[in-house]
C-alpha cells in the first residue's frame, strides 16, 4: 500500500496529504529541505541510525560492521545536528 492510499484511506485532508507526500518523495534526496516539516524528517531519519534498532537495521542495510557504522556516526553528528546559525 501506498502512502497515497494509506492516506486516503484515513480520510486525510488533500492538502496534508499533498504535503505529505512531497515530503516523502523528496526527503532523501538532497541536503537541503525546502521547509521546515522536510527538516523535521530528514532529521528523525538521521536521529533514528542512533537509536539502538536503527543502528542494527543499518549496519544490516549497508553491510557494515558496527565499529564501522559508529565512526561514521561519529564523524557525521556534528554536521547533521549543529544550531542553526541566525
Given at each position: ?28 534526496s538532497g541536503i537541503t ?12 531519519d538521521k536521529l533514528w ?34 544550531p542553526i546559525p541566525r
Open positions: 500500500m501506498t502512502a497515497l492510499q494509506i492516506l486516503q484511506s484515513l480520510k486525510y485532508d488533500l492538502q496534508f496529504t499533498d504535503k505529505i507526500i512531497s515530503i516523502i518523495q523528496r526527503y532523501d529541505a525546502h521547509d521546515p516539516e522536510e527538516q523535521i524528517v530528514k532529521d528523525a541510525r542512533f537509536s539502538k534498532t536503527g543502528f542494527w537495521k543499518e549496519v544490516e542495510r549497508q553491510k557494515l560492521e558496527p565499529a564501522e557504522l559508529y565512526q561514521y556516526l561519529l564523524t557525521r553528528y556534528p554536521e547533521w545536528f549543529s
